[in-house]
């Protein structure tokens, strides 16, 4: 329980900690009275589904840019920012239904705004976490942060309920509204107080691009990606026909809320013993807790009573938590600080953007076999994923995620500053063939280190007259890019480059960079040479030629 607290021990987390759990209040809040005044304005089921879908929708849209706006700016005021579209929202919700001139499609609209300032506040609030506690706590802040949302989820429906009898849907607006002005003010005064970071300049479309060549070409990140995708597709299925299921079990509205209620509780559960689940399981938390998952689900569609279904939903509640909090934090650490947000923009998407789709797969079993058979269908799918699929992805315990770092020592000479791209860098190798197999193994490694920090295309040639002759070659966009691919070699990544010019035989590697050349405005190549020059003896990158 000590380590699970930790984080709460730094005042800048436990502040923004403690305002967040009244913001996601205030979200459940504004998603039971925007249903409900939906529901009374239209009498319609499928303007009320909309309603519930306009907070995620535009996630599915916006998530990449979002994730590339979080780190080609300072995620604090991306915060800010993105906090205060959703309270203006929550605001003008109020105040047209206090007026009396709120109409479907404006509720709607609103909605779909708010949504907008959810996407963007999503990769750049979980980008967020590794800045404000040390890197053996990034794993219990995480939890944490499922504990605030666990215990809004507990309380904030049973209490929009009742601000909607006592004093209708316009307070509950009002009060969200509210809500978002403690995050602000934190997240304000964390701004004044810690360092601005550098951020790289290059347009969205190359900083989405840089972040989707990330995580294809970081196997262990595409790996974690893989699992929480086949876990939304499979878990979905407890929570969407969840009402169904109450029905079979013979409960009304009340059982409903009461299974909602035993899952949220065993959620807190989970959220608080994360830390020694993981410590105990080791590299098996991720199958175990899948798998655990899995037969809580498959339980839940087998039990012919309320009470039974209580205690499977119990249990999902707590391996729910231990396998999105050790997934999100796994995917948060294995994240270089550079393309974090657009990192956890992905895993979002691998996530929350996968649910939907999970949601429809569940619905269409159930009208076909009942939502009985439904739970038992997934549930038994993610027992496959846990206890089969998921070792098979070999993610490590999160004690050995080996997290990017960068040598402090290492110099960031000035450069000389041009425009100009493609740029085409090749290296020249001379490679003994009784260890060519050897450089090829290790030229796996590079390639991947060339394209996950930002080349958009590698190849290796081997010379026709002399196959001991090998010639890489790799692309960037431009000048200012390759610039940036130096500066994101981490440690890791050197020590593959320096295995790799330990293979070469003949007088050492040498690279040549070639620039798209503007004829009308030529550089100053000679000072350019020279600058550069610099970065390749500094970072470990092979001489220049």
Do not use: C
């Given at each position: 329980m000590t380590t699970t607290v930790a984080p709460l021990r730094i005042r800048r987390f436990r502040t923004l900690w403690l305002a967040s759990i009244f913001s996601n209040v205030g979200s459940f809040l504004q998603a039971v009275a925007a249903s409900w005044l939906m529901l009374e304005l239209t009498d319609s089921a499928t303007w009320v589904g909309l309603m519930a879908a306009s907070a995620t929708l535009p996630l599915?849209?916006?998530?990449?840019?979002?994730?590339?706006?979080?780190?080609?700016?300072?995620?604090?005021?991306?915060?800010?920012?993105?906090?205060?579209?959703?309270?203006?929202?929550?605001?003008?919700?109020?105040?047209?239904?206090?007026?009396?001139?709120?109409?479907?499609?404006?509720?709607?609209?609103?909605?779909?705004?708010?949504?907008?300032?959810l996407a963007f506040n999503l990769p750049a609030w979980q980008a967020t976490v590794p800045d404000l506690v040390p890197r053996g706590m990034v794993a219990s802040a995480v939890a944490l942060n499922s504990?605030?949302?666990?215990?809004?989820?507990?309380?904030?429906?049973?209490?929009?309920?009742?601000?909607?009898?006592?004093?209708?849907?316009?307070?509950?607006?009002?009060?969200?509204?509210?809500?978002?002005?403690?995050?602000?003010?934190?997240?304000?005064?964390?701004?004044?107080?810690?360092?601005?970071p550098d951020r790289e300049e290059t347009s969205m479309v190359n900083a989405i691009a840089l972040g989707v060549r990330f995580a294809r070409f970081t196997p262990q990140f595409r790996r974690v990606l893989n699992l929480a995708a086949m876990f939304a597709l499979t878990s979905a299925v407890v929570q969407s026909i969840l009402p169904n299921r109450t029905e079979e079990l013979g409960g009304g509205a009340g059982a409903f809320g009461l299974l909602l209620g035993a899952m949220g509780l065993g959620a807190l559960g989970g959220g608080f013993s994360r830390h020694a689940v993981t410590e105990r399981l080791g590299r098996s938390?991720?199958?175990?807790?899948?798998?655990?998952?899995?037969?809580?689900?498959?339980?839940?569609?087998?039990?012919?009573?309320?009470?039974?279904?209580?205690?499977?939903?119990?249990?999902?509640?707590?391996?729910?938590?231990?396998?999105?909090?050790?997934?999100?934090?796994?995917?948060?650490?294995?994240?270089?600080?550079?393309?974090?947000?657009?990192?956890?923009?992905?895993?979002?998407?691998?996530?929350?953007?996968?649910?939907?789709?999970?949601?429809?797969?569940?619905?269409?079993?159930?009208?076909?076999?009942?939502?009985?058979?439904?739970?038992?269908?997934?549930?038994?799918?993610?027992?496959?994923?846990?206890?089969?699929?998921?070792?098979?992805?070999?993610i490590p315990p999160l004690g050995d995620v080996k997290t990017p770092e960068f040598d402090e020592d290492r110099s960031q000479p000035d450069h000389v500053v041009t425009v100009g791209g493609p740029v085409m860098v090749t290296t020249n190798w001379t490679v003994d063939h009784n260890r060519l197999d050897a450089f090829l193994e290790v030229m796996k490694e590079v390639r991947l280190v060339r394209l996950s920090t930002g080349a958009y295309r590698w190849r290796l040639y081997r010379d026709a007259s002399d196959p001991h002759q090998l010639t890489e070659l790799f692309l960037t966009v431009s000048w200012e890019e390759h610039l940036a691919q130096h500066r994101r070699i981490d440690d890791a990544s050197a020590a593959v480059l320096r295995r790799a010019r330990a293979l070469d035989v003949g007088d050492g590697p040498t690279t040549t960079h070639r620039i798209a050349v503007d004829v009308e405005h030529p550089d100053n190549w000679d000072e350019l040479h020279d600058a550069h020059a610099e970065y390749h003896q500094s970072d470990g990158s092979v001489p220049l030629g």
């Open positions: 599915l849209f916006l998530a990449l840019a979002a994730g590339a706006v979080a780190d080609m700016f300072d995620r604090r005021w991306v915060l800010v920012a993105a906090q205060s579209v959703m309270g203006a929202s929550a605001a003008a919700m109020a105040i047209l239904t206090a007026t009396e001139r709120i109409t479907p499609g404006i509720l709607l609209t609103l909605g779909l705004m708010l949504g907008v300032g504990v605030a949302f666990n215990v809004a989820r507990a309380v904030g429906p049973a209490l929009g309920g009742l601000i909607i009898v006592v004093s209708g849907p316009e307070v509950a607006f009002g009060l969200n509204a509210l809500s978002y002005l403690g995050v602000i003010t934190v997240l304000i005064a964390l701004a004044r107080v810690m360092p601005t938390t991720l199958p175990v807790a899948v798998g655990l998952f899995g037969l809580s689900t498959t339980a839940l569609g087998l039990v012919n009573s309320l009470e039974l279904a209580i205690v499977t939903l119990l249990l999902a509640g707590f391996t729910w938590v231990w396998v999105l909090a050790t997934l999100n934090a796994t995917a948060q650490l294995m994240s270089p600080e550079w393309v974090r947000g657009r990192a956890m923009s992905l895993y979002t998407l691998s996530f929350v953007g996968v649910l939907p789709l999970g949601s429809i797969l569940a619905g269409w079993i159930a009208d076909r076999i009942g939502a009985d058979g439904a739970n038992v269908v997934l549930g038994l799918a993610a027992v496959v994923v846990g206890f089969v699929v998921a070792p098979l992805l070999r």
